[in-house]
């Protein structure tokens, strides 16, 4: 089975400055897809960001960014110019076209807080 | 535009007793899910449907049952409710087009055994 393994429990930063947040995933599959989700307080499961695994180049959006290293496997988000709305739960999740029909593998998530 | 649907959305049950969360969603997906998420955690998998009259089991599937009659509905049944689960419960839906594997998630059902 896939494993998602998320090594930094919490996270701080301060508005405004850069956070990047590691994701390390184990596979033998060759082509799948890579998500980070955000969990703000309200317990809504809200995509971030997704990466294909065909692709070299590294996914972005807006403020939020991948280091995508195929064969690393590692998959880190940065956010930049944070956000005091940025603070919530970031999952990092791993999905396959082998895997239970394309559920997702989640790490267990680590905490970012964002202070003024 | 509601996506994925659950009711209720917190829930306290006794120890043997059950019940059913439900889970509804308006995109026309063939992939349902069941989720858990407990405290500290990542999301496990419970079960899933890859299309109405089709489901399997996942990760953590002992003391749940599903079914799925329709393509928009996923129930997600409960029986003889114990404290180990207590949890939050996500539904989640999605289709596979190509690279577009997004799940969408329901708001999630906090459920408490006592």
Not at chain 1, 32 to 57: C, D, G, H, N, T
Not at chain 2, 93 to 101: C, D, F, I, L
Request: net charge neutral; charged share 15%; with cysteine.
């Amino acid at each position: 089975a896939q494993t998602v393994t998320q090594s930094q429990p919490e996270m701080s930063v301060q508005e405004a400055e850069t956070v990047t947040l590691s994701c390390t995933y184990d596979t033998s599959e060759s082509d799948y897809y890579l998500f980070w989700y955000k969990q703000p307080p309200s317990r809504q499961m809200i995509l971030v960001i997704r990466q294909e695994a065909y692709k070299q180049q590294n996914a972005t959006e807006n403020r939020f960014s991948v280091n995508f290293q195929k064969a690393a496997k590692s998959f880190s988000l940065k956010i930049s110019d944070s956000q005091l709305g940025d603070a919530a739960m970031y999952f990092c999740a791993y999905g396959d076209y082998s895997n239970s029909g394309y559920a997702l593998n989640f790490g267990k998530g680590t905490s970012l807080l964002v202070t003024p | 535009n509601a996506g994925v649907t659950q009711t209720p959305k917190f829930r306290i049950l006794k120890i043997g007793q059950s019940m059913t969360l439900q889970c509804a969603q308006d995109m026309n997906h063939n992939y349902m899910y069941w989720y858990r998420q407990d405290p500290g955690m990542g999301l496990k998998l419970i079960y899933y449907s890859v299309g109405a009259g089709i489901t399997d089991k996942g990760e953590v599937p002992n003391g749940y049952n599903v079914s799925r009659s329709t393509t928009e509905d996923f129930p997600l049944r409960l029986e003889l409710a114990a404290p180990s689960q207590t949890s939050v419960y996500f539904c989640a839906s999605s289709e596979k087009q190509g690279a577009r594997t997004e799940a969408f998630f329901g708001q999630g059902t906090r459920l408490t055994v006592v």
